[in-house]
């Protein structure tokens, strides 16, 4: 398959190396230069060919499932799964290791429902057996939540290991593929789960505005009546969309229009592999670049996802965070800062409207910044690594 040429940015913007909002192609931009009445019949087959295309995209299974979009950003729709299929009286088990497996049990604390963590830390994966023994100690737990991508780390966490272990077990898989999906195949056949979750401005190098839940349409009529919440009810949602084909209030429009021509380009390029090949491609040529200058990543290879990775930062006393991310800011590349409690570290995403030529200049701009910092020797604290490896052999 050939692999897509990108054009830079046409409006002067930097590149986003931020998994999202991230940068988006033109076309995707442009696409929200009119207004569209929410009520309106064509209004109304764009939210059509949105959820058909977003269901397709599941492959062979697909029509065991229905797609919710929802208004907000990724969380709502994490919200509003988890609120609606997780009963009033059933309980959850979070599979956490890192930021937003500890927003998804913030989530259903809030939605007041009963929950317990399993927390790995910063970035160690939940494991099957461990899952299972948990299992089968509490009966009650009726429904696993488990990230696809964690992207406070960058970790791919083992999806098809956990699922069998949820399984096996007889509960409900949740899971929030918020910066996967699109990317990393989720086949129904092989893998068996109730719903995921993810948004506009993810993989799918859309605008931000809204989130979508792929569940089981048995799932989500048995889930009636379960919503903690009103605007976040997804089976309302479903429900309205279904009898008349409109969002329940105010659709985000230009943003679905942008969306609905990202889905196209997703399609041109090959769809979920070709989307996957070019962001491991680009994963593949930073990494390789970045270890050339001496940095490290946090995670080991198996680990790595092709979304995102966690570099440690340089030991040497003459490397800051902030004059790192100016210098690379003035080279055209926005910057993450890491979210490990542990140690220093910064995040480079690899998805967005690049690919691996322009991943090469992130290398170089790289290397430019820190002559200009004076930073000779780009190798991470001793400790750092030493912890590291530690927790490497304990996975
Ligand atoms: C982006 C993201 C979310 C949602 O974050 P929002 O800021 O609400 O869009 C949730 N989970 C994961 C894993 C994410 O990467």
């Known amino acids: 398959m050939q692999m897509p040429t990108f054009e830079p940015p046409r409006l002067g913007e930097p590149y986003l190396l931020t998994p999202g909002p991230l940068t988006t192609s033109y076309e995707v931009k442009e696409a929200m230069l009119r207004d569209w009445g929410s009520w309106d019949g064509d209004f109304r087959a764009m939210t059509a060919e949105l959820r058909a295309r977003l269901v397709a995209m599941l492959g062979e299974g697909s029509d065991a499932f229905t797609c919710v979009p929802m208004q907000g950003s990724g969380s709502f729709s994490v919200e509003a799964m988890l609120g609606t299929l997780v009963p009033k009286h059933g309980k959850a088990l979070v599979l956490a290791n890192g930021a937003y497996g500890q927003r998804a049990a913030d989530s259903l604390r809030y939605a007041v429902r009963a929950v317990e963590v399993l927390d790995k830390g910063d970035y ?15 009966p009650a737990i009726t429904h696993v939540v488990a990230i696809h991508c964690e992207t406070s780390s960058g970790i791919l966490n083992p999806i098809p290991e956990i699922a069998q272990a949820v399984e096996a077990a007889g509960r409900a898989l949740l899971i929030d593929s918020m910066s996967a999906f699109g990317a990393i195949p989720l086949p129904p056949t092989q893998i068996r789960y109730q719903a995921i979750v993810s948004s506009a401005n993810k993989c799918i190098e859309g605008v931000p505005g809204f989130g979508f839940v792929l569940v089981r349409t048995d799932a989500l009529e048995a889930a009636k009546g379960n919503a903690h919440s009103l605007a976040l009810d997804l089976y309302a949602q479903w429900a309205t969309m279904e009898k008349t084909g409109q969002w329940r209030y105010t659709p985000p429009t230009h943003a679905v229009a942008a969306f609905l021509t990202a889905l196209h380009a997703h399609e041109a390029e090959g769809g979920v592999p070709a989307r996957g090949a070019r962001y491991a491609a680009n994963r593949d040529t930073l990494v390789a670049g970045m270890r050339g200058l001496g940095f490290e990543t946090l995670l080991e290879d198996r680990w790595l996802s092709p979304i995102i990775t966690t570099f440690f930062c340089p030991a040497d006393p003459a490397f800051a965070f902030q004059p790192f991310y100016d210098g690379m800011k003035a080279r055209g590349f926005i910057i993450y800062p890491g979210k490990l409690t542990e140690v220093d570290s910064f995040r480079l995403g690899h998805i967005g409207r690049m690919d691996s030529a322009v991943m090469a200049r992130v290398v170089q701009a790289v290397a430019e910044t820190l002559a200009d910092m004076g930073v000779t020797d780009a190798t991470p604290p001793a ?8 927790q490497a052999e304990a996975a």
Do not use: C, V, W, Y
Request: glycine share 4%.
């Open 124 to 138: 160690l994966p939940p494991r099957g057996p461990e899952i299972a023994a948990i299992l089968a100690a509490d």
């Open 383 to 390: 400790a750092a690594l030493e912890e590291r490896n530690k």
